[in-house]
C-alpha cells in the first residue's frame, strides 16, 4: 500500500535519507521512531509530494489524508464546519455540498464520537478533542491511507489513549492503512504492526514492531539506555519501555 524504494533527500546541509526503503502492507500501522531533527515530519511530506527534491521511488497505491501536527484553527469554526472540510477535494468548483456529502460528515463524527460537539467552536476544545476532530475531517475525505504528525503530542496520558485506540479501531476495522510519528516507543509497542527507526546520519530500519523494538536498538536510537520490560495485564501480553535517564 505504501512503497518507498530508494528514497534519497538532503535538506541542503546534511542528508536526511539515503536510499530509504520499506512497503508497508494494506490495512496495517507503522509507526516512524526518530530523535528531534532526523526528518520525520519530512518523510511524510516527501511521501506526500507536498515537498520536493527527493530522488527515488515513492508510491501510495490509494487515497491518502494527512493529518499535521495539533495546531490552532485559523477560523474559528465549528467542530461540524471543520469536519466538512474534509469533503472539499470531493466537490466540484463553487458547487454545494450534497446531501452525501453531509451524511458522510456526520458519520466522521459520530466515528470518533464527536456529534455531542458538531455546534462547539473549536478552539474551545480540548487538545484531545481537537485532535480527535482532525482525525475526523481526514476520515470525512473517504481516504484509504492515514498519515499523522505526532497525533499525541502535548496530549495527556487519557487523550493519549483516546487517540491510539481510535487509530487502532480503523485499522483493524475499517482497513484504514496508517502511518504516524511519535516520539514515544511505547505507542508503536501498543499498536503498530511495524516500525521504521531514524538512527543518527541516514541509518535506518524497518520491520515488524515486535521484533524491531529492542533495548539495543531503543538505546542507540535515543543515544540513552533503554529498558524494555514485560507488563502484567489482565486482557493482553504487552511490554512497558522505561528510559533510563542519567
Known sequence: ???VNQLSYHTGKRPLFDGLTFRQPAGSIAAVLGPNGRGKTTLLRLLLNLQKGANGDVRLNAPAAYVPQLSGALFNYSVRTMVSLGRI???PWYASPSRRDHDITEQAMAD???TRFADTAFNLLS???KQMVMIARALAG???ILILDEPTSALDLANQDTVLSVLKMLAAERGKTILFTSHYPQHALHIADYSLLLFDGTQAQ???TSALLTEENLGTLYQLPVSVVPVNH???QTC????LFR
Open 206 to 208: 524497518f520491520g515488524r
Open 89 to 91: 477535494r470531493h466537490l
Open 240 to 243: 512497558g519501555v522505561i528510559p
Open 127 to 129: 487538545g484531545g478533542e
Open 1 to 3: 500500500m505504501i512503497h
Open 234 to 236: 489482565p486482557h493482553r
Open 112 to 114: 470518533l464520537g464527536l
Open 142 to 144: 473517504e481516504p484509504e
